[in-house]
């Protein structure tokens, strides 16, 4: 299904791994099967959107230059593919633009666009009462926390669900307060487990009020001691890890625990590859989350089409972290990119694209 719309288009390309960025003219896309268009309203950034030079090609390589980058979008449905029936024409979306994914590498799926292909598996329709700049936070923080609970290769927890039994088993969030964290605070609730997290302690609140059983503060010389106590003799899921310094802590605190010895780990592959060796002669096993993988798994859908609609709606799920919105456009995306760099703590920057 298509309707009449617009016939200019224009992307922000990064021309290079070391840039720089121009925006240009580019084709309004028309969607294949399984594919939805939609024009972008908000993007959010992400820290692979920031990465520059010899790590973009260490993290990507297989993405051809000049590329569209950009994961996060949220707008309103253009046009739909033949097979898609459960979105239509004017439904307000977020969606992971996967243009940067391996299985895709394909500049017409690059969120940092006015319209993009986004994949209808994917794709959540968004409440009313929801900011197209604050829905703009999920997709790929979404996806990375999912894959790390959901995945088989991860720490293949149950799927979420509304009304999901509840268990004793507890999942250890370590990096609560980062975009990923905060949705995977919510993830494992919804799946039935008590949540024990890390944050700073001035995002205590915040993560309490996603879920967590209990908060504690990482920076505490004895924190790894306070989670297993925490634990109350309770068995570990599993282990989401996020950020640096979080896998030592993290393979601390699984050796002296009950339950299951996984851990994964959103931290760069390389790093993780490593230690993963070193852990799994102690009996551990780690693993790298990419946030790519739900793209074509079934943990995509799950999530994004049958889950998150009705939890957004009925306030089971929140999109968080806040988003800060830092500009209006495509030319002000490469200054938040700059802005993610100097660092933001329990937000997420955001660029508006609403006319």
């Known amino acids: ?54 790590l973009r090609r260490l993290v990507t390589p297989w993405v051809r230059f000049p590329t569209v980058l950009g994961s996060d979008v949220a707008g309103e449905v253009l046009a739909v593919g033949p097979d898609v029936t459960d979105l239509a024409v004017g439904d307000r979306v977020t969606a992971f633009a996967a243009g940067q994914e391996k299985p895709r590498n394909s500049g017409a799926e690059g969120g940092f666009q006015r319209i993009v292909t986004v994949l209808e598996r994917v794709t959540t329709r968004l409440p009313e009462d929801l900011s197209f700049e604050q829905a703009a936070v999920l997709p790929l923080a979404l996806a990375t926390a999912a894959a790390g609970l959901y995945e088989a290769d991860q720490l293949a927890l149950p799927l979420p669900a509304d009304g999901a039994d509840r268990t004793d088993e507890v999942v250890l969030v370590w990096g609560a307060s980062t975009s990923v964290g905060s949705n995977a605070v919510q993830l494992a609730r919804a799946s039935g487990y008590t949540v024990v997290a890390t944050a700073g302690r001035a995002n205590h609140e915040l993560i309490r009020s996603l879920g967590a059983e209990t908060v504690l503060d990482y920076r505490d010389d004895d924190v790894d001691a306070e989670v297993v106590a925490a634990l109350r003799g309770r068995r570990l899921a599993g282990t989401i890890a996020i950020g640096s310094g979080s896998l030592g802590h993290a393979l601390r605190i699984t050796r002296r625990a009950p339950g299951a010895k996984r851990i994964a780990s959103a931290y760069p592959d390389p790093v993780t590859a490593v230690r993963s060796r070193i852990a799994r002669l102690r009996g551990i096993r780690v693993s790298a989350i990419w946030g790519g993988t739900p793209v074509v798994s079934p943990v995509g859908p799950a999530v994004f089409r049958d889950f998150l609609p009705a939890a957004l709606a009925d306030g089971r799920f929140r999109a968080a972290p806040e988003a800060m ?23 997420k920057v955001v660029v508006s694209m609403s006319d």
Not at 12 to 31: A, C, K, N, Y
Request: charged residues 15%; aromatic residues 2%.
């Open 1 to 54: 299904m298509t309707t009449d719309g617009p016939t200019t288009n224009a992307a922000l390309f990064l021309l290079s791994p070391r840039g720089p960025f121009e925006v240009r003219s580019t084709p309004v896309p028309t969607p294949a099967a399984g594919q939805v268009v939609v024009r972008v309203r908000a993007v959010a950034v992400n820290p692979v959107d920031a990465i520059t030079g010899p």
């Open 325 to 347: 919105v830092v500009g209006h456009g495509l030319e002000a995306l490469p200054g938040a990119l700059r802005t993610l760099r100097d660092g933001v703590s329990a937000r």
